[in-house]
């Protein structure tokens, strides 16, 4: 089986650091060395409640929708933005997608 794409919503999960012998290491390296295509990982700290209207919103418009990963992540950052509580980048801007992004 080949992994094609992986979503991490977890906290972070998009940061790497540099190795003794100046590499990045991090999850999204070890995603696409495992034969992702393409990720979904976050920049910073997030938000359990946002985060989980942000995931759904997302897999609703790629899965249902069968819109492309990046409007999808797109359609579903300008729902979390739309909700007053979540209107702060904070909330809605932590992810981004990696490697192949249609």
């Known amino acids: 089986m ?3 794409r992986a979503t991490i919503s977890a906290c972070e999960s998009g940061l790497s650091r540099f190795s003794s012998a100046d590499e990045l290491i991090g999850l ?4 696409f060395y495992a034969g992702a295509a393409a990720v979904m990982l976050s920049l910073w700290h997030v938000a359990d409640e946002s985060t989980s209207y942000l995931m759904e919103n997302f897999y609703w418009h790629f899965v249902k929708n069968r819109q492309t990963k990046t409007r999808a992540l797109q359609l579903a950052m300008q729902a979390v933005k739309a909700r007053k509580e979540y209107a702060h980048p904070y909330f809605w ?5 990696m490697g192949d992004w249609r």
């Not at 999204?28 to 995603?31: Q, V």
């Not at 801007?93 to 997608?97: D, E, N, Q």
Request: hydrophobic residues 60%.
């Open 2 to 4: 080949v992994l094609q």
């Open 28 to 31: 999204n390296r070890g995603l």
């Open 93 to 97: 801007a932590p992810f981004v997608v």
